[in-house]
């Protein structure tokens, strides 16, 4: 069945690290793809998206590229600050318009 | 509503008793689902409606949990005779209909805890 696997965390950094928290999916056919990010004592949030091969969704400074031919979505960023701190989870959402999440990494970044 | 909207944010309840969580999705959102959160785990799917029915309930756990939605708006989990693994985060999303290329809008969640 469709499943998305990410990095186990939790992940530790230095503010202005880069930041790569890799995702990979198992999905028939060509699904749309989501990072949500959960900050400490909040509920998920959207944070980008990324609907069709080659597509890159971007928003606060994080990005991530759907690469079709490794069935990947990482997501990226430049330089991390303190308030990054929260749980990622990447996700997708079949044709029938069920959404399969990831188990979550966890970000600590220490200042 | 602006937002989807849970209630209770949070509930206590005794072991066996029968409790009720409600969601009240975005204005429109014809797609509605219930997902689970428990601690250092991460989000297990319950349930899917679509309108008012539920096109995919593979995820209910047992059948001490149901879902009803009513008007096409607002939904309701029950637990019958709650157990103490019941405790977790109840999290409710919608989402447009239209296809996949939307992503969901989530509420705050209900804590429900067992005791």
């Known amino acids: 069945g469709d499943s998305v696997t990410q990095m186990e965390g939790p992940v530790t950094l230095s503010e202005e690290a880069f930041l790569t928290i890799n995702c990979t999916y198992t999905a028939t056919g060509y699904p749309s793809l989501f990072w949500y990010v959960q900050y400490p004592g909040e509920g998920l949030q959207l944070l980008l998206k990324?609907?069709?091969?080659?597509d890159k969704g971007s928003n606060k400074g994080f990005e991530a590229t759907y690469r079709k031919e490794t069935t990947s979505f990482h997501l990226e960023k430049g330089s991390v600050q303190v308030s990054d701190s929260a749980v990622y989870f990447c996700?997708?959402?079949?044709?029938?318009?069920?959404?399969?999440f990831g188990k979550g990494t966890r970000l600590h970044i220490l200042p | 509503g602006a937002g989807v909207s849970q209630s209770p944010s949070n509930k206590v309840t005794e072991k066996g008793k029968d409790v009720e969580l409600r969601c009240d999705p975005i204005?429109?959102?014809?797609?509605l689902y219930w997902y689970r959160q428990s601690l250092g785990q991460g989000l297990e799917f319950l349930i899917y409606f679509q309108g008012n029915s539920a096109p995919d309930k593979s995820g209910l756990p047992s059948d001490r949990f149901s879902a009803e939605r009513t008007g096409g708006s607002v939904s309701t989990l029950t637990i019958q005779r709650t157990q103490q693994e019941d405790s977790a985060v109840y999290l409710c999303a919608s989402s447009p209909n239209g296809g996949s290329n939307y992503g969901y809008t989530f509420g705050s969640g209900t804590r429900l805890t067992v005791v």
């Open positions: 990324a609907t069709k091969a080659d």
């Open positions: 996700a997708l959402r079949r044709r029938d318009d069920k959404i399969i």
């Open positions: 204005s429109g959102h014809t797609a």
